[in-house]
Structures are given as C-alpha cells and as structure tokens.
C-alpha cells in the first residue's frame, strides 16, 4: 500500500490541474475626437506547469538490473525472488530518478522524497527477502553507509577525546 500511495504522490505532484488567473486589459478608443479608456477584468488559463521531467529509460534499467544482480549474488536470492526484487529495484531507481530531475532545486525536498522512497523500498523487500536474507542485507548496507555497529559505538571513545580511563 504504501509504495502505491508513495507512486500516486509522485504523480500528483508531476501533474498539476491548470489554475485561471485574473488578466487585466485596457483599451484606448479614439471617437470623435476624444479618447475612451475600457478597462476589462478576465480569467484566462495560467500558464501550464511543466510536465516532470523523465530520466533515461536505459540508465534506469541499468541502475536497477545492476543493483538486483548484487543482491541475488550477495543474498544468494531464488529466480522468483530476484524478478520481484528487480521489479522494486526498477520502480525505486525510477522514482528516485524522476525525484531527483524535479527538486534538484530543492536539496531538503529531494533527500525527503529519496528517504520515503527507501523506506516504502526497505518494507516491500522485506516482504520479499526471507528473514535471513534480510538481516543479511541490512547489515551489508549499515556498512555501506558507515552506520557503527553497537559494540564499536559503546565500547570505544571518540577519536581525538581521552577514555573514561584516563
């Protein structure tokens, strides 16, 4: 549900309903011999929003096919595993994509989006991923990340301060 509600975001703010916008005119009339001046008060179509840009279909797919054939080596994924996961992996790298072509204007907008699209794609892996395989893929990425595991943060002291020893 809630990678379908994170699409549907997406798509509703890519496509925009057109607004009217109040147009002002005036008009000068010379009749015999002296001007009339109209003023007239209309609504007309503003401008139509941008269509959201689309990332490149090929770059895309190769993202996602590349990150699906690290998983299914690294996780050791069954051929059925590996087609839903390829089928997340495509649907993440296009949003994230097409995110970050429309906000890169926006830096806080755009690391908000990413962020929702990594958690919707965390919560249908791990529908997918038996449980194992999840822990395993998680662990791989907190190290990619540089996340500290809890013994290294608990048991050392800040590099550069003293120890409670000292």
Do not use: H, W
Request: glycine share 4%.
């Amino acid at each position: 549900m809630k990678p379908s509600l994170l699409a549907s975001l997406l798509l509703s703010a890519a496509v925009a309903q057109a607004q009217t916008a109040p147009v002002k005119t005036k008009t000068k009339t010379e009749v015999a011999g002296t001007t009339v001046k109209t003023k007239a008060k209309t609504t007309a179509p503003a401008a139509a929003p941008k269509p959201a840009p689309a990332p490149s279909a090929e770059k895309v797919e190769a993202k996602a096919n590349a990150l699906t054939d690290n998983m299914r080596q690294g996780l050791n994924l069954t051929p059925a595993q590996t087609e839903k996961v390829r089928q997340i992996n495509l649907t993440s790298v296009r949003n994230v994509e097409t995110a970050r072509l429309q906000y890169r204007a926006d830096v806080r907008k755009l690391n908000a989006v990413v962020d929702d699209i990594g958690q919707s794609r965390l919560a249908m892996l791990k529908d997918v991923l038996a449980p194992d395989q999840f822990a395993k893929y998680q662990r791989k990425r907190e190290e990619k990340m540089g996340v500290p595991n809890a013994t290294g943060a608990q048991g050392n002291a800040a590099p550069g301060l003293p120890s409670r020893d000292e």
